[in-house]
């Protein structure tokens, strides 16, 4: 990836990842360090760290709930990119600990030791705004009308970080659905299915989609950028797909000509109430929830307008879904996925 240095400058600097185990911090972290960064990774003892082992970053094992155990990770941080939180599988209660109240002792702790970052980043969602209309594309000034608990966990979090504005140098970045090298959740599970040569065909949908190096792209240049202090972006294409375009798309690329499998809700249900247990006994991201598995069967457009992102630093989705989606089956057959 080639990123361009555009206002504040992201090189050299001590910068703070959490949630650099994850999917998408995965792919931020070896970027930073490309860029000559000194990268400290939060981690829970019981985290997977197996993608950033080997790199030349430090990690420092830590839990957002947990204050005392932040001091180290905070410590001379001149920005940091806040990636961790709760993405399925919780209570509303659960989601709000660890996305507002995590976020919010994340902050509490940087003060405590007196770091002021030059840009605290935040990864939040798309889904603050909650679903769109048919025919229309929501943009970052739309009301927020959040339909699941990880959407009103996020704009919570949203919310605290507006009222520190005149403190707190902040992006906020929406993220719609994240696909790439990487993920095990997500579009991951129409990957494997279609591998397989089966398409569970679940109703219309149609949504706003990035592949994860565009979001790597977007949030660097997004923290180095003076404009975007204290705004809120969305990154993603500037098109939407239909979820039959996505299933073509990944079926051509795998040469694959699919059975197609309608399945009712109740199915669907129970199987996603099955992957939720086995996540919880392995300590793993559910790829599908029972909520989520809801809120995309009654809400069928996930819509978003980027354009903003575009107007104030110059953001381009490089790859689009057909480019994106054959890097990222590559990927998946070199690890064993498919």
């Not at 930073?32 to 030349?56: K, P, Y």
């Not at 902040?170 to 696909?179: C, E, K, N, Q």
């Not at 494997?192 to 706003?208: C, F, I, P």
């Not at 990035?210 to 240049?221: A, L, T």
Request: glycine share 10%.
């Amino acid at each position: 990836m080639i990123m361009n240095n555009k206002g504040l400058d992201l090189n050299g600097k001590k910068i703070l990842v959490t949630g650099a185990a994850g999917f998408i911090g995965s792919n931020l972290v070896p970027e930073l360090l490309r860029r000559g960064n000194r990268v400290v990774c939060l981690a829970r003892l019981d985290e997977d760290t197996s993608r950033i082992q080997g790199l030349d970053c430090r990690i420092v094992y830590g839990d957002l709930l947990e204050k005392t155990s932040l001091a180290e990770a905070v410590r001379g941080a001149e920005y940091i990119f806040h990636l961790a939180a709760l993405l399925g599988g919780g209570t509303p209660e659960a989601f709000l600990r660890v996305n507002y109240e995590g976020t919010k002792n994340l902050i509490d702790v940087c003060r405590e030791q007196g770091v002021v970052p030059e840009r605290f980043l935040f990864a939040s969602s798309a889904t603050v705004m909650g679903p769109s209309g048919k025919n229309d594309l929501l943009n970052e000034g739309a009301p927020c009308r959040p339909v699941s608990a990880y959407g009103r966990s996020k704009l919570a979090a949203e919310e605290y970080l507006a009222s520190l504005k005149n403190t707190l140098p902040y992006t906020i970045i929406r993220l719609p659905v994240v696909y790439g090298p990487g993920s095990d959740g997500g579009l991951y599970i129409f990957f494997k299915l279609l591998s397989k040569g089966l398409q569970v065909n679940v109703g219309r949908l149609e949504a706003t989609v990035c592949f994860v190096w565009d979001v790597v792209q977007g949030m660097i240049d997004a923290a180095e950028n003076p404009k975007a202090q204290g705004e809120i972006y969305i990154l993603g294409e500037e098109k939407a797909y239909h979820l039959k375009q996505i299933y073509q798309t990944i079926a051509s690329i795998l040469g694959k000509h699919p059975v197609k499998l309608p399945l009712p809700y109740f199915v669907l249900h129970f199987l996603t109430f099955f992957i939720e247990i086995v996540s919880k006994l392995t300590k793993s991201v559910p790829v599908l929830t029972r909520e989520e598995l809801t809120v995309y069967l009654k809400y069928r457009y996930w819509k978003y307008d980027t354009r903003k992102a575009s107007r104030d630093f110059g953001f381009q989705s490089r790859y689009p879904f057909v480019q994106g989606a054959k890097i990222t089956i590559d990927w998946y057959r070199q690890q064993g996925y498919i």
